[in-house]
């Protein structure tokens, strides 16, 4: 038992040697284990680390695309302009176009610079006509927004309204601090003459930075006008995909596994499916893009750019997380359950019905959750079915429609920003990952929630 | 001047409730069990003893065709029960372990309420036609499982939620309430403290009134206190096979001899 | 049974078995008792068919003594008994191993009064003879009831009592010696009254040994000091020249 051999170096503990000392051997191995906790603690502060920074990264690039610049303005909404022919029938009033509204905007501008005496060049801009100086202040989508408003409730035609307009996005750049004076030199958008007229507004109350609701529940806009681009449709086109990733994933996943681990004989058959869902869950995602291109776009023909599609494609993705996690959840629940069941007499399906299977619920819940997850931040697979590239612009018109007709996913959203020249796309970027990862946050705390809420113990 | 207690032991057989003729069980290649030729009789307990491995779990399984879940298991000879086979082709398993009821060595209530661990085998098996039958069924069982008293007011609270020796009472019960003929336990006691085994124990002498009980048990001194016909396996074979007292004071087979002295292993 | 008062045993044929073994050594003390009176009856009532009765009825005592050796044995394989349990098991074994030495010893006194009923009687011996074998009776039911209840003051009681016994059997002793010297002729007849006066002097050595194993069995040993004796025979030296 003890080395003789080794009794005669200096190290070798000596026979009834105090307990109250510490040999060398002892005072060598703590060592050791105090250096790997260290090492250990410098691990997790790395990855600390790196995780502060992709927060703090992420936070402060995209809470800016929550607020949004605009004008206060009271415009003087006058019936000759929007209702020549005073007769109120929503017809005619339909009739005029956006050009009609743009002088109004302008006038209103032109009060406010009148009432808080600014004296600024701009004063002299023309308010008729095709285009204006004093254009370049608003969102070109703010005529836009008035036309719809007065279309919507016609009796205002004649009064006087408060609204806001939407600055241009060089103006919300501005305000942002990514726009400057120098920057703007090159800048055939806007002058300096401008920015001084905004400086002054901004000292009187007249623009402001508010939060930007439209921004979340907004549709997609054009290159165009960054300041009025959202992430509704878009998160409608997620949340349809995930309906169907659910409803399809689930039920399948599950059956196979419970197929696969309680009635499948075991033969080299079963084998080979078995390794074959193992190497589906590493199989790259673009490559179910291309399938779902060749078999639900070209063999079945279902619509491009569909939820329904992307959401089957995501389907195919999910399916061998599903049915691993599930499989080991049904093989956590303890035999002695299943023996139990069966010495009661029941058969094997009743066994796995009624006693496995809500066993293993709280780890089935939790896979399917983590799967649904990780599809909700997929983009590769939509690129090839048409999803990514897809302005979302237009709310689908109930549910069929949400289902079939084209739209854009989350992710597949944030890339086509990302790509946009103008850098108030590249901040709406930076938002839309924020409202990701809320979204990815929720899930996993709903995970957490109904894994506790199912927990039973046995 | 003092009475003397009716000495006589039950010499008197009674009738033969599960016949074994020459059966043996196959793990694949590996021969378990060998030539097993055993009659259980009805109303008695029945111990089944002997070291680690030797057949005793297995031979059991038997009985309920439990081994049917394992899929290298092989079963060959007659098992009959009330003189039918229980290994014919036309024999629904399902339908057997309604009749063959089986305690496991762990207790393993199901992880529902005390009432649903009790009256899930009656609904599943269809005996019971409304509510109020199946209560009168779920007390009977805990009756019989000498558990009621204990869980009358709490019937709806987990299973899981009793100290070990209840939660086999409550297994116990559970068996009993599909009305079976035969009760199987496979090491009931083995993970209970002392008084819960005793207490086991007891509830054994009360059912054996009712049911045949085969018990398959590690511990001699259990198969001899509660016993009324021991049967002695050694790898793989049935040594010996006769009335308790006479195997525990007096036995034929000099190996029979050597396990409950403790000379063998 | 006193041991009812401490908890019964969770499993009932438990108790059962323990009830069992002990009723049958009551039984046998009620035969033992009554087959000690009647001999000695026999003998001062001059009953042949007594003293017959008396030899027969030892079958039945050495049959009830194999029964419970049986059924020791069979519980203590059966139930592995411990502390008390254990000390009722053995201390029963042993009881009844003294309660057939006394129904032996009574049948012998039966078989010893067939021959004395055959010659002529001497006066005052049977009296004698029966009081003796009356205070043997009463000490071994007196032992008996100390089992039951488990008394051990009563149980040493019986143990001191064995002196006024063997003090019985000292002044038989001499008598009997005297008779001999007297007249020849009455030396048959004294021998077999002197052994008959010996087998119930050692009837009283055995109901102490009783009432030994019921100080055993309530305290878990045996008494500690020197069993009184009070037969001074083994040193008489009185008349033999």
């Known amino acids: 038992m003890t080395d003789t051999a080794l009794s005669s170096a200096p190290s070798a503990p000596r026979k009834g040697g105090s307990l109250l000392e510490l040999d060398a051997r002892t005072k060598r191995r703590n060592a050791a284990e105090a250096r790997f906790r260290i090492y250990g603690l410098a691990a997790i502060g790395v990855g600390l680390f790196f995780l502060v920074a992709l927060l703090y990264a992420i936070v402060t690039n995209g809470v800016g695309a929550f607020q949004q610049t605009s004008f206060e303005l009271r415009i003087d909404l006058r019936q000759e302009v929007l209702d020549p022919e005073g007769n109120g029938k929503i017809e005619d009033i339909q009739q005029v176009k956006t050009f009609a509204y743009a002088p109004l905007i302008r006038q209103a501008l032109l009060d406010e610079i009148a009432k808080h005496d600014i004296d600024t060049p701009l004063s002299e801009a023309k308010v008729t006509g095709f285009s204006s100086p004093l254009d370049k202040l608003f969102s070109s989508g703010a005529v836009g927004n008035l036309r719809d408003r007065v279309l919507a409730d016609p009796s205002l035609i004649g009064q006087t309204i408060d609204m806001r307009v939407l600055a241009s996005s060089r103006v919300d750049g501005y305000m942002k601090g990514r726009v400057s004076r120098e920057s703007i030199a090159r800048d055939k958008n806007l002058d300096a003459v401008h920015l001084d007229l905004v400086d002054a507004l901004i000292a009187d109350g007249v623009v402001t930075k508010s939060f930007n609701l439209a921004f979340i529940t907004g549709p997609d806009a054009s290159d165009a006008r960054p300041e009025q681009a959202g992430m509704g449709v878009s998160m409608l086109g997620s949340f349809f995909m995930m309906l169907v990733v659910l409803f399809l994933s689930l039920p399948i996943g599950v059956a196979a596994s419970i197929y696969l681990e309680e009635f499948a004989p075991q033969n080299r058959f079963t084998d080979l499916i078995e390794v074959n869902i193992s190497n589906l869950a590493a199989v790259p995602s673009i490559v179910f893009g291309i399938l779902g291109l060749a078999v639900f776009i070209q063999f079945v023909h279902l619509p491009q750019s569909a939820p329904l599609v992307g959401g089957l494609v995501l389907t195919l993705m999910t399916l061998p997380t599903i049915i691993i996690s599930t499989r080991a959840s049904l093989k956590s629940v303890p035999p002695s359950i299943r023996d139990a069941a069966l010495g009661v007499g029941a058969s094997k399906m009743q066994a796995v019905f009624h006693h496995v299977l809500p066993l293993a619920m709280p780890g089935i819940l939790t896979g399917t959750i983590i799967g649904l997850a990780q599809a909700l931040g997929e983009t590769a697979p939509l690129l090839l079915i048409g999803m990514v590239g897809y302005i979302a612009s237009n709310y689908p018109d109930g549910i069929a429609a949400g289902f079939l007709a084209p739209n854009s996913a989350m992710p597949a959203q944030i890339y086509e920003w990302a790509k946009r020249a103008d850098p108030a796309f590249y901040e709406r970027a930076w938002g839309g990952i924020i409202i990701l990862l809320v979204f990815l946050m929720t899930m996993n705390i709903i995970a957490i929630l109904l894994r506790r809420r199912f927990e039973r113990r046995w | ?265 | 049974m006193s041991d009812s008062m401490k908890d019964p045993h969770i499993v009932r044929s438990y108790d059962r078995d323990l009830e069992t073994i002990q009723a049958l050594i009551m039984k046998m003390g009620g035969l033992v008792e009554a087959a000690i009176l009647e001999a000695a009856q026999s003998l001062e009532t001059r009953d042949e068919e007594l003293a017959e009765s008396v030899r027969n009825g030892d079958r039945a005592i050495d049959e009830l003594e194999e029964k419970i050796n049986e059924e020791a044995a069979r519980l203590l394989a059966l139930r592995q008994p411990s502390a008390g349990d254990l000390r009722t098991v053995l201390s029963v074994m042993k009881i009844s191993a003294n309660l057939e030495r006394i129904g032996d010893y009574a049948k012998n006194m039966a078989k010893r009064t067939g021959v004395l009923l055959q010659m002529t009687p001497i006066d005052g011996s049977a009296g004698a003879t029966r009081r003796m074998a009356k205070a043997v009776e009463m000490m071994l039911k007196d032992a008996l009831d100390a089992y039951i209840q488990r008394d051990t003051e009563l149980a040493q009681d019986v143990r001191l009592r064995d002196q006024e016994v063997d003090q019985m059997y000292n002044a038989l002793f001499r008598e009997f010696l005297t008779f001999m010297m007297e007249d020849p002729r009455n030396i048959t007849a004294c021998m077999h009254l002197h052994f008959i006066a010996k087998n119930i002097e050692r009837m009283g050595d055995h109901v102490t040994s009783i009432a030994e194993q019921v100080i055993y069995l309530v305290s878990g040993r045996l008494p500690e000091d020197d069993r009184p004796k009070a037969d001074r025979t083994a040193f008489e030296t009185s008349g033999a020249k």
């Open chain 2, 1 to 265: 001047m003092y009475d003397t207690p009716d000495l006589e032991r039950t010499t008197v057989t009674q009738e033969v409730k599960i016949s074994a003729r020459n059966c043996q069980v196959f793990y694949g290649e590996t021969h378990a069990i060998k030539d097993v030729d055993v009659d259980i009789e009805d109303k008695t307990v029945t111990a089944f003893i002997g070291p680690s491995g030797c057949g005793k779990s297995t031979f059991l399984r038997c009985l309920n065709r439990m081994n049917d879940t394992i899929d290298i298991c092989r079963v060959e000879g007659t098992i009959l029960l009330d003189k039918e086979d229980i290994y014919d082709p036309k024999v629904d398993p399902v339908q057997l372990r309604a009749k063959v009821g089986m305690v496991f060595q762990k207790p393993n209530p199901f992880p529902k309420s005390i009432y649903d661990n009790i009256a899930y085998g009656p609904k599943i098996h269809g005996m019971a036609r409304s509510r109020a039958d199946l209560d009168e069924i779920v007390e009977k069982s805990l009756r019989r499982g000498a558990l009621w008293d204990e869980v009358k007011d709490r019937l709806k609270e987990p299973g899981t939620g009793l100290s070990g020796g209840q939660q086999q009472r409550l297994c116990i019960a559970r068996a009993v309430a599909t009305e079976p003929e035969v009760l199987l336990m496979d090491e009931p006691c083995s993970a209970l403290d002392p008084i819960a085994t005793a207490q086991v124990e007891e509830l054994i002498d009360e059912l054996r009134e009712q049911y045949s009980v085969v018990i398959v048990t590690h511990s001699m001194q259990q198969a001899a206190r509660v016993s009324q016909k021991t049967a002695f396996f050694h790898l793989g074979n049935l040594v010996e096979y006769g009335e308790t007292g006479q195997i525990f004071t007096n036995p034929k087979d000099k190996r029979t001899e050597s396990y409950i002295t403790g000379r063998i292993g």
